[in-house]
């Protein structure tokens, strides 16, 4: 047999007859289809548990088949995927959106977001001339005669 048809037949094994793959590695998968920026960052968003598979978490090397049900958490919000195609090299926007189904809600406004709580002054830690009156005041404190 010679290496050609060895590497052929090896091939063959792990694509459907279209020619495309049966399975993907799910930190392979979310990188081709532009969901997370480098494999890298996939990669460790598997091994955080920020990833999971038909509801169950996912390894970084776990394959992912069409029909399965990725949901990953970015940024705070989780984003729930259905595999349509598997690809395994990095495409085009246009083609990556083929390959998957997006169920995410959508994100809430920042419009609608609350506003950042305004501290009143003298709330928290108090400075040092605050620190030295409530010395005197009580007593004494650092410079207390013994």
Known sequence: MSRASSRASASQSGAAAGG???SARIDVWLWSVRQIKSRSAATAACKAGHVRINGETAKPAQHVTIGDEVRYRVDGFDRFLRVERILTKRVGA?????????FSPPRPSPLLAPAAVIRD???????KKERRQLDALMGGGRHRER
Not at 94 to 102: C, G
Not at 121 to 127: D, E, M
């Open 20 to 22: 495309e793959p049966v």
């Open 94 to 102: 246009p083609i990556a959106r083929t390959a998957y189904e997006d």
């Open 121 to 127: 002054r003298g709330a928290g830690r108090p400075t």
